[in-house]
């Protein structure tokens, strides 16, 4: 089974501009949730989707935002990108059934603010 | 709120020696599931293990146990007989929702010298 993929792996912007990232979940998996990580915040939570609807938010400004198509597959946005915003973003998919609470992770794309 | 501290942020072991990740948590809901990932150099979170509130049981897997303690919020990790290639970062986290909002820790570095 193939596991969850991202793309791009790397970007670089300008500030200012936006930025659209990709998550494709492991087949069969129907919720996606989204990571940020920095060398001084660690592991942040951003969103999950279940089913093309947002089912819980982190502590996020809205210049991130996210969706999620009917076949999984999620986009997250950020716009009017900061020098901040550079990140390792992670992508990880679960089934989203009760009862299994695993979440696997893609390589997650590493995005440079410049 | 919740919370997760890994208080170890290096450790460096000679090869096939033990080595022990704590992890403590703290949370108010009686409810709550707790995990272990590796994040190896290539970057992708690794799932490791999951343990429920309700299940105390400790765990050993190969060269890996895991020691759950309610009574110490602890939830710690040993390798056994370490090796080079269990050079990684490990991470804690805690949910409060199955499978939603993963609150990591912020992970401990190992390295393992041969």
């Known amino acids: 089974k193939a596991g969850v993929t991202q793309t791009p792996r790397y970007l670089i912007k300008t500030r200012g501009q936006q930025v659209t990232l990709s998550c494709s979940p492991i087949s069969g998996h129907r919720s996606v949730s989204w990571y940020q990580q920095t060398p001084g915040q660690g592991l942040q939570f951003l969103f999950e989707y279940f089913s093309e609807t947002q089912r819980n938010k982190g502590n996020f400004p809205g210049r991130f935002s996210g969706r999620q198509f009917s076949n999984s597959r999620s986009e997250m946005n950020v716009s009017t990108l900061e020098l901040g915003d550079s990140a390792l973003y992670l992508c990880a998919s679960s089934t989203g059934q009760v009862g299994v609470y695993e979440q696997y992770f893609g390589p997650g794309t590493r995005l440079t603010v410049t | ?114």
């Open chain 2, 1 to 114: 709120a919740q919370k997760v501290t890994q208080a170890q942020t290096e450790i460096s072991v000679v090869e096939k020696e033990d080595v022990t990740l704590d992890c403590v948590y703290e949370t108010r809901d009686t409810t709550y599931y707790l995990f272990w990932y590796k994040q190896p150099p290539s970057g992708e979170l690794v799932f490791l293990i999951r343990r429920n509130s309700f299940d105390e049981q400790n765990e050993i897997s190969g060269r890996y146990s895991w020691n759950f303690q309610k009574s110490t919020s602890s939830f710690n990790f040993t390798i056994t007989a370490s090796q080079v290639v269990d050079s990684a970062v490990y991470f804690c986290a805690l949910s409060e929702e199955a499978g939603t909002a993963l609150i990591f820790g912020k992970g401990t570095t190992l390295s393992v010298s041969s």
